[in-house]
Every structure is written in structure tokens, then in C-alpha cells.
């Protein structure tokens, strides 16, 4: 199993669509969790921490399970702007130090007119 | 507040040179990270430095790639020799303290090519 595991996408939606993409990872001693958004030829940003109870922050919502080592991010009414690639990144990982961050490789997002 | 800053932004070079990168994190940042990003692949952690010390390098691949903090603040990447496989985008980023409890902050990154 990866490391850290991504929908493949790409996801191609209308404006005002809800989207959702998904993620797995393999260590369970994971302990924080981060949706990241990277945009064409840009550097990651942090969208949104995920905490275990879920989080909201405006159109976006986090959720966790972590009996099923799984997360998820929900986009409701969809912007042009939220076109992205969005990174699930988990601390922890294959040899190295729990402080060290595992990005999955990402999943396409194009939201059209 | 200024952001991280890193140079240069763009390097070709052929197979066997060396190249070197440079990163300024923000001030005040105590942690800081080398990622290699390969096209349509995720961030890879290469090394995280906590001041002028390795927290992990678990992922370098240490025959060929170095890299150092000596005063704590600025950090310098270096290849030597360079393969082809090299060829993707190198961020440098930082944070207060160990990023599982702090955001992380990425500069614009290193574009490069091995030919």
C-alpha cells in the first residue's frame, strides 16, 4: 500500500458543482493530516488542517477516519478559481521521523464556465 | 513578511555536473525542508533541518545530493553528479517549529533540467 494514496483524477466539474476527492494512507501512528492546494507551475499552499471531529472553512470541508485510515475534502459550489491540483499530506512515514510530511501525488482539479 | 525566498529559479545543466540551489527561509523560521517535486508526482521530503540540525534525511540520496544549514538560517542544496532522473522542481520551505504543529511555507522553487 503507498504511503499516502489520492483519487487520480482528473476531476473536470462545472462552476457551482460539489466535488469530493479521497485519500488513504498506510501509517497508522499518523498523527496530522493537511489538504494542500498547488496551482500550474506554483508552489503548494496549505488549504485546511483535518482534525479528527472534521472541519469546515467556508466551502470546504474535512473529514477523517481514522479506523479506516482515510481523508476527504468536499467543495461545494464549485469557483473557476478553485482549479488546482490539491495534495492530502500525512506526518509520518517509511523509515525517516514521525516530524517529517508525506504528500500524496495529488489530484487535478479543472472547474468549468 | 517577506516569503521564502530561493534561487536560482531555473538551472539546465548536462548529466555528471554539479549545481547548487540556495533558500532564505522566513525570518524567524527554525525548521526547515528541501522537497523534490517530479512532474505530476507530490512533494518528496529530501531533508528537514530544526536550526543548523538534521531532523530527518532518511530520503537523500546521500552519494550524490548534500546539503546544509551551517548558521541556522540559510541552507544550500548541491548535486554532484548530476543524472538525468534529477531533472524536477526543488522547493525549500519553512516553518515556526516541526511542521506536523506548524504551516508550512513554500518558496517559488528551483526548475531543474538535466540534459
Known amino acids: 500500500r503507498k504511503e499516502v494514496e489520492q483519487d487520480p483524477g482528473p476531476f473536470n466539474v462545472p462552476e457551482g458543482a460539489t466535488v469530493a476527492f479521497n485519500c488513504t494512507y498506510s501509517?497508522?501512528?499518523?498523527?496530522?493530516f493537511f489538504w494542500y492546494r498547488q496551482d500550474c507551475r506554483k508552489e503548494p499552499k496549505l488549504l485546511m488542517s483535518?482534525?479528527?471531529s472534521g472541519n469546515e472553512d467556508g466551502r470546504f470541508t474535512a473529514q477523517l477516519n481514522r479506523a479506516s485510515q482515510y481523508i476527504s475534502l468536499l467543495i461545494r459550489d464549485s469557483k473557476l478559481s478553485d482549479s488546482a491540483t490539491y495534495l492530502c499530506?500525512?506526518?509520518?512515514?517509511?523509515?525517516?521521523?514521525?516530524?517529517?510530511?508525506?504528500f500524496g501525488k495529488g489530484t487535478l482539479l479543472t472547474v468549468n464556465p | 513578511e517577506a516569503g521564502v525566498a530561493q534561487s536560482p529559479r531555473y538551472k539546465i545543466i548536462e548529466k555528471r555536473q554539479s549545481v547548487a540551489f540556495w533558500c532564505n527561509p522566513i525570518s524567524g523560521h527554525a525548521t526547515l525542508y528541501w522537497y523534490q517535486q517530479i512532474l505530476g508526482q507530490g512533494p518528496k521530503l529530501l531533508i528537514q533541518?530544526?536550526?543548523?540540525?538534521?531532523?530527518?534525511d532518511s530520503q537523500l540520496p546521500k552519494d550524490r545530493f548534500s546539503a546544509e544549514r551551517l548558521k541556522g538560517v540559510d541552507s544550500t542544496l548541491k548535486i554532484q553528479p548530476a543524472k538525468l532522473e534529477d531533472s524536477a522542481v526543488y522547493l525549500c520551505?519553512?516553518?515556526?517549529?516541526?511542521?506536523?504543529?506548524?504551516?508550512?511555507?513554500f518558496g517559488p522553487g528551483t526548475r531543474l533540467t538535466v540534459l
Open positions: 499530506v500525512v506526518n509520518g512515514g517509511s523509515g525517516g521521523s514521525n516530524y517529517k510530511l508525506t
Open positions: 501509517n497508522s501512528a499518523s498523527q496530522s
Open positions: 533541518f530544526q536550526n543548523n540540525g538534521v531532523v530527518d
Open positions: 520551505a519553512s516553518s515556526r517549529g516541526l511542521a506536523v504543529y506548524n504551516e508550512q511555507f
Open positions: 483535518v482534525y479528527s
